[in-house]
């Protein structure tokens, strides 16, 4: 009984760790005719963040700014 909780708490840890793998930050490299090309970051929090700096501004709503603004974003 106590090797098969063991094996259950183990697998449950496991699963747990490799969920925290799945959480990172995800980026897309944007241009624009004015500008150099730039990467647009998605942080944890779901805000976009340039150059490491977060703009307080949520991810879908910033590159659906950029494009609109004439910019192309893509992985």
Partial sequence: MKKTSLIIAIACS???F???KDEGISCTTCSS??????QVCKE?????SVNGQDT???YDTYISGLEQ???????
Avoid: R, V
């Fill in 69 to 75: 603004a004439g910019a192309s974003c893509g992985n």
């Fill in 44 to 48: 944890n929090d779901g805000n976009a």
């Fill in 33 to 38: 005719p004015e500008t150099s090309d730039f």
């Fill in 18 to 20: 490799s969920c925290k």
């Fill in 14 to 16: 496991l699963s747990i």
């Fill in 56 to 58: 307080g501004t949520p």
